[in-house]
């Protein structure tokens, strides 16, 4: 198994949908992305960005429009056996056989490979071994989710996808998932991962790259994504008894000490600073000045969310997240 260099390239990718009678849908608009062997890459975006369409073209379900893709230094229409024998695949939605068991599920799915996984040592992982015999259609949303997971390392893949792996499961079943994919970078194998849990990209992502409008706007490590917005902190306020719209007042908050960038929210503002103790001594004095009443403040480091808000102008959601094609 290779393990250096590139396990996925994409360069100047483009995905036209064209439906009769209606204007044709650009997806992507020349899509510059690299994933290189042994690292989780996150993948991060608003609806409509186009995320699943790039995964779906690197998986082969899709086929693209124009631009260069190789996964695992091949392509799809010249190596397909090859890449369906090396790859795993964990789709939002997983529809699975409803009477067979657990574990014949996953000894199912290891058969169509010619590198088998070991079913009894994959459900252990995800702590299924417990429900082996279960009927598929006996196991909760959770359960099924990480059976669905299961089933993408019935392989032992090189290249693993996972589209939203841990919505829905419990504090424990993610620490499980977390722990695959952690293996999977010990193992020099690589992982592809969509997430609307920016703890979760942050913690498990060596790099990130955030798509919006069909393209990469940004790509890096969490952290030095977070460097870029040129702050340390967030201060989160809002205000009492205000009837102006917030708009009005994002340029007195500003020019404040030490801001690098305000932001309004649903309930307030975000005030992205590199000193709060200069900035909130600051604020207090504006707001006084403009017979403005504090309603709550609070104070916290940046996180991968705030990077998030400022390249794109809004905050990623779980609706948002479940982008389809058009």
Aim: overall charge negative; glycine content about 8%; hydrophobic content about 35%.
């Amino acid at each position: 198994m290779k393990t250096t260099g590139p396990a996925i390239v994409c360069e100047d990718l483009r995905k036209r949908y064209e439906t009769i009678g209606q204007k044709p849908v650009d997806a992507l608009v020349g899509l510059d992305l690299t994933a290189n062997y042994g690292e989780c890459l996150g993948l991060l975006g608003p609806n409509g960005a186009g995320k699943t369409t790039t995964i779906e073209i690197l998986e082969g379900l899709l086929p693209s429009s124009g631009g260069k893709v190789e996964v695992l230094g091949m392509r799809w229409g010249e190596h397909d056996t090859q890449l369906r024998n090396r790859i795993g695949i964990s789709l939002q939605e997983t529809r699975l056989a409803d009477k067979l068991t657990v574990i014949e599920t996953v000894r199912l799915f290891s058969s169509f490979y010619e590198k088998q996984g070991d079913a009894d040592e994959i459900l252990q992982s995800l702590s299924l071994d417990e429900k082996r015999e279960a009927r598929v259609m006996t196991l909760s949303g959770g359960q099924k989710q990480r059976l669905a997971v299961a089933c993408a390392l019935a392989g032992e893949p090189e290249l693993l996808f996972l589209d939203e792996p841990t919505t829905g499961l419990d504090p424990q079943s993610r620490r499980d998932v977390w722990e695959i994919i952690r293996r999977q970078r010990e193992g020099g194998r690589t992982t592809l991962l969509t997430t609307h849990y920016m703890d979760e990209a942050e913690r498990l992502c060596d790099r990130v790259a955030v798509v919006d409008r069909g393209k990469v706007i940004a790509v890096g490590s969490p952290a030095e994504l977070i460097q870029r917005i040129g702050g340390d902190h967030v201060i989160q306020f809002a205000l009492k008894n205000s009837n102006d719209s917030a708009e009005s007042h994002v340029e007195l908050f500003s020019k404040l000490p030490s801001v690098q960038a305000c932001h309004v929210e649903a309930d307030g503002f975000a005030l992205t600073v590199s000193a709060p103790h200069e900035c909130i001594p600051a604020l207090v004095e504006r707001l006084g000045a403009n017979r403005l009443q504090l309603g709550r403040l609070t104070t916290r480091n940046v996180s991968l969310e705030d990077v998030f808000v400022s390249l794109t102008g809004r905050r990623l959601t779980a609706e948002e997240l479940a982008d389809k094609a058009p």
